[in-house]
């Protein structure tokens, strides 16, 4: 056995030791933590509203939570790469596409990234992107309207967790794949052992649209067969840069725990996009097909489209010189962060017991001076101590992620040792820490990752929750901490949970948002093509098996409500209009026994509910959604009839004659 080998064995087992105790007891003063006036700074009174929004990942879930800052109220939850039967995303007709990917439906993701849009590197309220780690995709979220816009597939990638970083006037997020595989074009037939020849890397630079936030891909870069973890853009002087950490170095392709953590030191990237957009243009870029889904909802047909396209740009770094560059970092490094000035780039090596801090005045005097350590895969190695500002020394164990407040300083999440370090960016003196409770592993400032962040606190994203809150079974709530930072010392204000897993969040000023938002869909500009503006456009059409209901909703009835000659073997859609014009007044539909969710149906807006009865009868609809005080009213019944019978298509609301047994039909056959 190596001595590295040993060494990375010592090292785990010294971190497993640590872990266990972590957990064995809870931390004295794990109860006493929150100071005396925390009460006063976290409670927001009745009516009034939160200082910030957080806008949070919310991981195996596939969603994304809205929270309040301080009180850590619970908005919302946007549901983004995952089916919601709350709302009917992915359910209604309207919304199935936006789950289409080049596999087909899927209707999850492992949703661990926020990106918040910027104007000349701070937040400007426009939209949040948010990565899809599994099936790789990127997902742009409306501010206005707190729903998902758009879904983009990233093809030559598997595992798009270095993502989806943004640039500094959100001209690119970026999508980094975690595992390197052979790559779409390439024979993927390949005994797994034979990594190092046939695994590549990529990261994708994916334009936005100034105007309309839409996505493109506008080239990838093929890179080494390495892991990638995270990234941030360049900021001020190191705009036009990229950062991106990286593990794997070995290459190993079994018990990475081991075999991906033998080397001291593996890489941070540094992509010169500029520079890869120049050779764009130059033609240096080859075009491959692939194959990969984009999604776009419209808000004025309330309709989503999904279209495949077949081909992208692929840049190759043996023919763009000056492109890349990699920068030695201890160790398996996970965050990788850059301050509000762009001057320094803070790595976190999750198996180091020191933070490098490099500074981007140094890797450019070293670019120039070729200050190089030869080289990995062909692209140059920039030497350590040429690129280095400074270490953070002994500030804690298991370093991962580093914002920034307002005052030059930064703040790192500690997973191993479970706490916050404070530490200076010039002097890179440790100033505070804080426990967390327990295992943290991001940590979100107002306005951390930009040019100007606003401080006054710092949240905790917590890994585990143990003993905080009553328990529930063999799964504990996930857990996020508030803590003041406004004074030189960090005190704990509140403890809240949250949904999924909360891998990263973004936080705003809720000033920023709060004049943005939509109310309600203007009814008379609703262009859906099965949209009934009034009720007298209710109706009900028959197109072979096909059954159209043009129905309405309003307080409190739907129109039509009574509906008869749907047989056995018809596809029945209610196109739903919600024809109110109030905000805060949705209505909801189901039908009774549908394989399906409801649907939720805002002012203005038309819905789609696909309805396949599997049984002759009445069944009944109603309205989910408590709009009014005859909401228990908003109620009405279909009739299915078999599949020979002669039963005319009819509807009606109102209505209200004498039976015409006349037009019963006599059958005997068992209901199916």
């Excluded at 936006?98 to 596999?103: A, R, Y």
């Excluded at 080289?375 to 190695?381: A, L, N, Q, R, S």
């Amino acid at each position: 056995m190596n001595i590295s080998f040993k060494k990375t064995l010592l090292y785990l087992g010294l971190i497993t030791v640590n872990v266990s105790l972590l957990y064995s007891c809870k931390p004295r003063g794990a109860a006493s933590a929150v100071s005396g006036d925390a009460a006063s700074k976290v409670y927001v009174a009745p009516g009034k509203y939160d200082e910030f929004y957080d806008i949070v990942s919310g991981g195996f879930n596939g969603q994304i939570g809205i929270y309040g800052i301080p009180s850590g109220r619970l908005f919302r939850i946007v549901p983004v790469f995952s089916q919601s039967p709350e709302s009917g995303y992915g359910f209604s007709e309207e919304t199935k596409p936006m789950l289409n990917t080049s596999h087909g439906f899927v209707p999850w993701d492992d949703l661990h990234h926020i990106a918040l849009s910027v104007t000349d590197g701070v937040h400007d309220g426009r939209w949040a992107f948010a990565n899809g780690n599994n099936t790789p995709r990127l997902a742009r979220i409306d501010l206005s309207t707190f729903r998902t816009s758009e879904i983009l597939e990233i093809p030559n990638s598997a595992g798009n967790h270095s993502s989806p970083f943004i640039t500094q006037n959100s001209e690119y997020i970026v999508a980094g794949t975690r595992f390197s595989v052979p790559l779409d074009n390439d024979n993927g037939d390949v005994p797994i052992n034979t990594y190092k020849q046939n695994f590549r890397g990529t990261v994708s630079f994916v334009s936005i649209n100034p105007q309309s936030g839409e996505m493109s891909i506008a080239f990838q870069i093929k890179t080494p067969g390495v892991n990638f973890d995270l990234a941030r853009a360049g900021k001020g002087k190191s705009h036009g840069w990229f950062f991106f950490s990286c593990y794997n170095s070995e290459k190993a392709n079994t018990l990475l725990e081991v075999n991906a953590s033998a080397k001291d030191k593996d890489f941070i990237m540094a992509v010169n996009w500029k520079k890869a957009e120049e050779y764009v243009k130059a033609g240096k870029a080859t075009k491959e097909s692939v194959k990969y889904a984009h999604n776009i909802y419209n808000e004025k047909t309330h309709s989503a489209t999904s279209t495949l396209m077949n081909e992208v740009l692929v840049l190759d770094p043996k023919d763009c010189p000056g492109m890349l560059y990699f920068i030695p970092c201890p160790k398996s490094p996970h965050g990788c962060d850059t301050d509000p000035t762009g001057e320094y780039i803070v790595g976190s090596g999750k198996l180091a017991a020191i933070i490098p801090v490099f500074s981007f005045t140094k890797i450019q005097e070293a670019i120039a001076s070729k200050t190089f350590d030869g080289e990995y895969d062909g692209i140059p190695v920039i030497k350590y101590e040429a690129a280095l500002y400074g270490e953070v020394l002994k500030p804690g164990l298991g370093p991962l992620h580093t914002e920034f407040d307002d005052n030059g300083n930064a703040y790192t999440s500690f997973f191993v040792s479970s706490e916050i370090v404070k530490w200076n960016v010039k002097d890179l003196k440790v100033l505070d820490r804080v426990p967390t409770y327990y295992s943290i592993g991001h940590l979100s400032i107002p306005g951390g990752p930009t040019r100007k962040p606003w401080g006054k606190y710092v949240i905790a994203y917590n890994k585990i929750t143990k003993d905080r809150y009553l328990p529930t079974g063999p799964e504990l709530t996930q857990s996020a901490q508030l803590y003041d930072i406004s004074g030189d010392k960090m005190k704990l204000l509140l403890d809240f949970p949250t949904t999924g897993e909360p891998h990263y969040g973004e936080v705003i000023p809720a000033s920023i948002l709060f004049k943005k938002q939509r109310k309600i869909y203007k009814i008379e500009e609703n262009e859906h093509p099965y949209a009934a503006k009034g009720e007298g456009q209710a109706r009900v059409e028959r197109k072979g098996k096909d059954v159209h209901v043009y129905m309405t909703a309003i307080r409190s009835h739907f129109n039509p409500d009574n509906i008869e000659g749907v047989k056995m073997g018809d596809v029945v859609y209610f196109h739903v209009t919600n024809l109110e014009q109030d905000w805060d007044v949705p209505h909801g539909f189901a039908v009774k026994g549908s394989n399906n969710a409801e649907i939720l149906v805002m002012p203005g807006e038309t819905q789609t509910l696909k309805w396949i009865p599997d049984r002759v009868g009445i069944t009944p609809i109603y309205c989910t959604d408590f709009c009014s005080a005859l909401h228990q009213e908003m109620q009405g019944y279909v009739r299915v009839s078999p599949a020979s019978s002669n039963v005319g298509l009819s509807f009606s609301t109102g209505k209200t004659v004498p039976a015409d047994t006349t037009k019963s039909v006599s059958y005997n056959q068992p209901r199916k």
